[in-house]
C-alpha cells in the first residue's frame, strides 16, 4: 500500500506542478501570484526529485546485488 501511495503522490505532485507552470507561462498573473506559485513549484519539484532519488536508489540495490533480484533495506530520508 505504501508503494501504490508514494506513487500516487509522485504523480499528484508531478501533475500540480505541471498546473503552475502552465499557470506562470499564461502570463495572467501579477508579479505576487507568480512568486506563489513558484515558490509553490519548487516544493513540488522538491518532493518530485526526492522520489525519483529513492526510487534510483531502489533500482541501484536491486541491481547490485550479485546479479540477483533480491530486494534489500536502504536508507531514507525519513529514516534519518
Do not use: H, W, Y
Not at 11 to 24: C, F, H, T
Not at 57 to 62: D, F, G, N, P, T
Amino acid at each position: 500500500m505504501a508503494r501504490k501511495k508514494a506513487a500516487l503522490d509522485f504523480e499528484q505532485s508531478l501533475a500540480e506542478l505541471q498546473q503552475l507552470v502552465e499557470r506562470l507561462e499564461s502570463g495572467e498573473l501579477s508579479l505576487e501570484d507568480s512568486l506563489t506559485c513558484f515558490e509553490q513549484g519548487i516544493g513540488l519539484t522538491r518532493e518530485c526529485q526526492a522520489a525519483l532519488n529513492q526510487a534510483e536508489q531502489k533500482v541501484q540495490i536491486l541491481l547490485e546485488r550479485d546479479g540477483k533480484l533480491e530486494p534489500a533495506p536502504f536508507q531514507t530520508d525519513e529514516d534519518a
